[in-house]
């Protein structure tokens, strides 16, 4: 009999990597890892970002790269990321399925990945934020710290969109086909302005 797999996806700043697992005895049957070159210019000179649709193109490819044997196996995805970034997209308009296309998920609106580089924030746009009561330290590169500055200096961007992630809550979403986000408490955590003790947000301050 056949046994089941789990496939693991792993979006980091450089490269997309995926790992097929044998859930019975745990043991990695494939690996892939396939470049993302998704960096983009910039609209602040100390700004990181990187192109949404490059990064899915190179989860599609890592896919597609899966031997045949093991697709129809697979029975769970486990999907982590790089910490900290941030992408905005409106719901109902951030990508579409072609089921007829090589790459079925096909981006349609959504803002660039700002990153973990990110370092727009400087420490007197730090300072002049609200206090947090987190465990966790706000930076730039954080998500929620992203979305001060970009209501603060680019309120069009932020007025363009209703929804906002990291990149792998964001493909999550794609995968379960569904707008409504849901972040685990370690991503949460890494964008700034998360209770760790009580495990929410902190939504008066």
């Given at each position: 009999?056949a046994?089941?797999?789990?496939?693991?996806?792993?979006?980091g700043?450089t490269?997309v990597?995926l790992?097929?697992?044998d859930?019975?005895?745990?043991e990695?049957?494939y690996t892939t890892?396939?470049?993302t070159n998704?960096?983009?210019?910039?609209?602040?000179?100390?700004?990181?970002?990187?192109s949404?649709?490059?990064?899915?193109?190179?989860v599609?490819k890592?896919?597609l790269?899966?031997?045949?044997?093991?697709?129809?196996?697979?029975?769970a995805?486990?999907?982590c990321?790089q910490?900290?970034?941030?992408?905005?997209?409106?719901s109902?308009?951030?990508?579409?399925?072609?089921k007829?296309?090589?790459?079925?998920?096909?981006i349609v609106?959504?803002?660039?990945?700002?990153?973990w580089?990110?370092?727009?924030?400087?420490?007197?746009?730090?300072?002049?934020l609200?206090?947090?009561q987190?465990?966790?330290k706000?930076?730039t590169?954080f998500?929620c710290?992203?979305?001060?500055?970009?209501?603060?200096?680019?309120p069009?961007i932020?007025?363009q969109?209703?929804?906002?992630a990291?990149?792998q809550?964001?493909?999550?979403?794609?995968?379960?086909?569904?707008?409504?986000?849901v972040?685990?408490?370690?991503n949460?955590?890494s964008?700034?302005y998360y209770?760790?003790?009580?495990?929410?947000?902190?939504?008066e301050?």
């Amino acid at each position: 009999m056949a046994k089941n797999i789990v496939l693991g996806i792993d979006l980091g700043t450089t490269s997309v990597k995926l790992c097929l697992v044998d859930q019975e005895d745990r043991e990695v049957v494939y690996t892939t890892t396939v470049a993302t070159n998704a960096g983009v210019p910039s609209d602040d000179e100390n700004g990181s970002e990187q192109s949404v649709p490059l990064i899915l193109q190179a989860v599609q490819k890592a896919f597609l790269d899966l031997p045949d044997r093991y697709k129809s196996r697979i029975k769970a995805i486990g999907v982590c990321g790089q910490m900290h970034g941030c992408v905005l997209w409106r719901s109902g308009s951030g990508w579409k399925i072609d089921k007829e296309s090589k790459n079925p998920i096909q981006i349609v609106d959504c803002s660039h990945l700002y990153t973990w580089q990110d370092g727009r924030c400087d420490i007197n746009f730090l300072q002049d934020l609200p206090a947090s009561q987190s465990t966790v330290k706000i930076a730039t590169g954080f998500g929620c710290v992203t979305l001060f500055w970009l209501l603060r200096n680019r309120p069009e961007i932020i007025h363009q969109f209703n929804r906002a992630a990291t990149i792998q809550d964001f493909l999550v979403c794609i995968l379960c086909n569904t707008d409504e986000v849901v972040m685990s408490s370690q991503n949460a955590a890494s964008w700034g302005y998360y209770d760790t003790i009580r495990n929410c947000w902190e939504t008066e301050m």
